[in-house]
Nanobody, 115 residues
């Protein structure tokens, strides 16, 4: 059973940075895609960034130029570097690994940005 463990969330002020990490265990295979989603209170869960196994990365318009997704395939770990954080980035952030048609989610980590 694949398990994803996230870390790195917290409370920061606007303009500061955070780095999220998500490490997987339980699979000897490389995921086709590693992604970060976020969900603010009362809102749907939205894609923030995705890294495909071929190297392609895609970002939500709201985070382009501020967030960077990266992966360490040897460690089956994905990172999200978040710079110039804004109060509207406040949400629970979830990592997501896709192995073919099977998707696994992390437990979520809270990011709170104060103004």
């Amino acid at each position: 059973q694949v398990q994803l463990v996230e870390s790195g969330g917290g409370l920061v002020q606007a303009g500061e940075s955070l780095r999220l990490s998500c490490a997987s265990s339980g699979s000897a295979f490389r995921p086709n895609a590693m992604a970060w989603y976020r969900q603010a209170p009362g809102k749907q869960r939205d894609l923030v960034a995705i890294s495909m196994s071929g190297g392609t990365t895609t970002y939500a318009d709201s985070v382009k130029g501020r967030f960077t997704i990266s992966r360490d395939n040897a460690k089956n770990t994905v990172y999200l570097q978040m710079n110039s954080l804004k109060p509207e980035d406040t949400a629970v952030y979830y990592c997501n690994f896709r192995y073919g048609n099977v998707v696994y989610w992390g437990q979520g980590t809270q990011v709170t940005v104060s103004s």
